[in-house]
């Protein structure tokens, strides 16, 4: 990135990174409390992430569209505002105190941070030299790993009570009884999605005045004209194997993720309050990997950091399916370390040489996202099944390692 002008661009850009961060490492969090405030099972409440990544699904080629006919900047100030509203509407959701609104309020928030990550990851590959666009890609994912340390280590700790009554179980000296337990559960939810709200606000207005350099096809208006959406894309093999990559990776790891706070609270036997701070340290080490693992990729090729880390990953995901319990927690604290670089990685090699297809290759390796909508529900009705047997369910990530794995060893090759 020689070009000085391109500074203030991508640190603008890398905000966003962190914004969305913030919103979709606050579900596992949201999953713990929607058992308590809805009554719910650990099967029942994973849907909360079927409803958020549902989204990255259904939008993406719209979104794609969307920027081709307009911009990068216009779809980014679009998705905040979007977001923003999504934020907001937590406060008549605490009302009604229904499941549905609260899958409903997800959906439009992932929504508006769909238009975010179809937008800034093309964008970030794009601005600045095609080399280095892995690496470059890394460190804008680097304050994605500061977002989620933050939403996991302190957010969490704001809506978590430490307590986790049943009706049964409820003192019968609590003041108001179990609609003022419901009741204050119910408002914890709502303060981080309006700090949220606030701060998508304020960085969409600092973007709506912002200059963004045009990239691609985005320099010559006759675009235009062309297709909004290039299904053709699909004949490059490498974007094909990077679409299936993302699907398993996305899936594996938001099946880790969203079921960690359950798996510590229920199946390893530690309290919401410790667990929290577990929750932390798993995004700290996710954090530190992103950084650790720019600086490697000086000297080591990407696409070999991705096979090594994705292998290193279906060994500690044994781990957890043979000991479960606490060891199997501090196994996933390494699962977390080696799942940094994988997402940024896999993208930009996906992205590699397509030239003025990336923002169709863009949408449909954000549409790979709906791995989350359905492999973390998978895992966690195998948990639900077998209680007995619940780390068996880990399967599934160890398997979506395995396709990481191949990506990094042979389907990354631009072959045509």
Not at 260 to 277: H, K, N, Q, R
């Amino acid at each position: 990135m020689k070009n000085k002008s391109y500074t203030l661009p991508l640190a603008l850009v890398f905000s966003l990174f962190f914004l969305w961060a913030i919103s979709s490492n606050l579900l596992p969090t949201m999953i713990r409390q929607l058992m308590k405030t809805c009554e719910l099972n650990t099967f029942e409440a994973s849907f909360t992430e079927t409803a958020y990544w549902l989204a990255y699904f259904i939008f993406p080629i719209p979104i794609a569209m969307f920027m081709k006919r307009y911009s990068y900047k216009a779809g980014i100030v679009f998705g905040l505002f979007l977001a923003a509203v999504g934020g907001l509407l937590f406060f008549p959701a605490a009302m009604l105190k229904e499941y549905w609104a609260y899958l409903c309020i997800f959906f439009i928030i992932a929504t508006g941070m769909c238009f975010l990550e179809t937008a800034a990851n093309p964008y970030v590959t794009a601005l600045g030299e095609a080399a280095t666009a892995p690496r470059r890609l890394n460190l804008a994912q680097s304050f994605n790993g500061l977002g989620a340390f933050i939403s996991a280590m302190f957010l969490s700790k704001l809506v978590l009570s430490g307590t986790h009554y049943t009706r049964e179980t409820l003192p019968a000296d609590y003041p108001g009884g179990w609609d003022a337990y419901i009741q204050f559960e119910t408002d914890a939810m709502k303060f981080p999605y309006l700090a949220l709200a606030v701060l998508l606000l304020l960085i969409a207005v600092v973007f709506l005045f912002a200059k963004l350099p045009k990239i691609g096809d985005e320099g010559h208006r006759e675009a235009t004209k062309e297709k909004l959406i290039n299904f053709g894309v699909w004949k490059r093999s490498h974007l094909r194997w990077g679409v299936i990559a993302q699907f398993f990776y996305n899936g594996g790891q938001t099946a880790i993720n969203s079921l960690f706070l359950v798996y510590c609270c229920t199946y390893a036997g530690i309290s919401e309050t410790v667990a929290t701070t577990y929750f932390g340290l798993y995004m700290l080490a996710f954090l530190i990997g992103r950084w650790i693992g720019t600086g490697l990729m000086i000297r080591f090729r990407p696409q070999d950091m991705l096979l090594v880390y994705a292998l290193v990953n279906v060994v500690l995901c044994l781990v957890v399916i043979v000991c479960g319990g606490r060891t199997g927690l501090y196994a996933m604290l390494g699962i977390s370390f080696f799942m940094s670089i994988m997402y940024p990685t896999q993208f930009s090699l996906a992205l590699k040489g397509l030239g003025d297809q990336t923002k169709s290759g863009a949408a449909f390796l954000v549409m790979a996202i709906v791995g989350n909508a359905c492999l973390p529900q998978f895992t966690a009705y195998l948990m639900h099944i077998s209680e007995e047997m619940y780390h068996i369910a880990y399967i599934v990530p160890m398997v979506c390692f395995l396709f990481c794995a191949y990506y990094g060893w042979k389907g990354y090759k631009v072959l045509d």
